[in-house]
């Protein structure tokens, strides 16, 4: 029975088929098997749903902020409702284990907790004026259809901290996920349909750049997009959003630093940083890549990494017993393979790892790696790797550590291990990125602005400063 039976395009309200019937199968990342089909959206489909947003979007923006702020906190009932469908969702598209499922689901869920009650706070100001009896008024208003363009990686929090904010804000969103992971974001679009959204308010369509991309790109309704993906797709998507002059927001690629202190707590650095790293098989934008170690504390720090590395479990995300599943598919594990061999070549040593490996007859698993003697100029250490693979370095000083760490394009996320305040402030100050974790790698939360600087992208998602990017400002003068 396919996953996805009762699921398909949401289009004015209801769960369809595709105009001409097309399907196409989702692929088990981990016994590379179909989980079932979805349809995929014509372009008169993806027209269907922006004609629909404009309706939806003219009957949500005249709903209070109250009213939307319940509609909200209906969506997160009905989901922590369906929990358990949607941890089992995510788990089967992207093979993370149950555990982090969970962790994301909970954290979507957060999202549209935190956006009901900012529904209620989209303030403005009164400022008086020059002129005798005047006075200028701040009104804040939603900027219209928005877009929302998700990656796989995670297919429910990413969809959550696009769709919420745009709710809270007054606008329709057309959700566009990953084929690779579409059914999470259903399972959430149909929290939406249950908890009493008005039709149009959110579509979801499915399929190739042609048949969604372009046309919800070349629409002058829609105002806004909103992109977690990577630098490449961002760089086009400005460029495409600049002939309809769209709002844009987005978080893009990462390629973060970590520091280790000589005066970190080893044990906390190393029991923190292990598991961080192989989450999600390091398919994640913010998992830390390049590991610049003080060289007082770098071959105890990669023998610690390495021991906590090699006993990771891998398996199927589905078994309570898995620490790491798989990469998302054959093309991710054909490249980090590639960066590895290109590592070695150029003299780095494969701690441990460095391979798939041979005890899984199917599946795009590949080994927890750490890399040692790792130089700058390295690809692995110069790109974003997006795997499972800790490249790791010596430093000697806190002026080098902090200048090879800046020397990226990406300004995502950084962090850094210290018992010194002194130097856990000058850090946060000098690292270039737009999150910086000192001895903690918890930045994603509802109630905080997560997004990056430089090539990782533009804009913000979660806290209040999230909803901003959805909301076009006002000015009115107003004499008597």
């Known amino acids: 029975m396919s996953m996805y039976q009762n699921f398909g395009l949401f289009i004015d309200g209801q769960w369809r088929e595709a105009s001409d019937k097309a399907r196409a199968p989702v692929v088990s990342p981990v016994h590379e098997r179909a989980l079932g089909e979805v349809p995929v959206a ?50 089967s598209e992207t093979g993370k284990p149950l555990v982090q499922s969970e962790r994301e689901w909970g954290l ?59 709710l809270a804000a007054g606008c329709s969103t057309i959700v566009r996920p990953s084929s690779q992971t579409p059914g999470t974001a259903m399972v959430m679009v149909d929290c939406i349909r249950a908890a009493g959204i008005p039709a149009g308010v959110v579509s979801l369509v499915v399929g190739p750049t042609s048949t969604t991309y372009t046309p919800i790109m070349a629409s ?50 190393l029991n923190l940083s292990v598991p961080t790293k192989y989450a999600n098989a390091g398919q994640v934008c913010v998992t830390p890549d390049r590991f610049f170690v003080h060289e007082s504390m770098h071959d105890a720090f990669v023998e610690g990494f390495v021991a906590r590395a090699s006993a990771l479990k891998l398996g199927d995300g589905l078994d309570s017993a898995t620490q790491m599943g798989p990469l998302i598919n054959s093309k991710r594990r054909e490249e980090i393979e590639a960066i590895v061999a290109e590592a070695e070549k150029a003299g780095a040593k494969v701690a441990t790892g460095g391979r798939a490996p041979s005890s899984f007859n199917a599946g795009f698993f590949f080994e927890p790696t750490v890399l040692t003697r790792v130089e700058d100029g390295m690809r692995v250490f110069a790109e974003e790797n997006f795997g499972p693979i800790a490249a790791i370095t010596p430093f000697s000083t806190d002026d080098e550590a902090i200048a090879r760490a800046n020397a990226s394009d990406m300004g995502l996320s950084a962090y850094a291990f210290t018992n010194s305040p002194k130097r856990a402030r000058r850090t946060v100050a000098e690292l270039k990125a737009g999150m910086v974790g000192i001895n903690s790698f918890a930045l994603a939360a509802a109630e905080a602005p997560f997004g990056g600087t430089k090539y990782s992208g533009m804009g913000r998602e979660g806290g209040t400063e999230g909803i901003s990017d959805y909301l076009d400002t006002k000015l009115a003068q107003i004499v008597f």
């Open 220 to 269: 002058a309704a829609v105002r806004k997009v909103s992109l977690t993906g990577s630098t490449r797709v961002g760089q086009q998507m400005i460029k495409d959003a600049a002939e309809t002059v769209k709002k844009v927001s987005m978080e893009l690629g990462g390629n973060a630093p970590l520091i280790i202190y000589d005066d970190a707590d080893l044990d906390m650095a």
């Open 42 to 91: 014509t372009p008169s489909d993806t027209q269907e749903a922006l004609e629909s947003a404009a309706k939806g979007f003219a009957l949500w923006k005249s709903r209070t902020a109250f009213e939307r702020a319940d509609a909200l906190h209906r969506i997160a009932d009905e989901m922590l409702r369906r929990k358990d469908e949607a941890v089992r969702m995510i788990s």
């Open 108 to 166: 979507a869920t957060d999202q549209f907790r935190w956006s009901a009650e900012e529904a209620r706070r989209i303030y403005g100001r009164v400022i008086e004026t020059r002129v005798p009896g005047g006075r200028f008024e701040v009104l804040h208003e939603p900027v219209g259809i928005a877009a929302a363009f998700t990656a796989w990686n995670f297919p429910a929090a990413l969809v959550a901290r696009k769709v919420a904010p745009a």
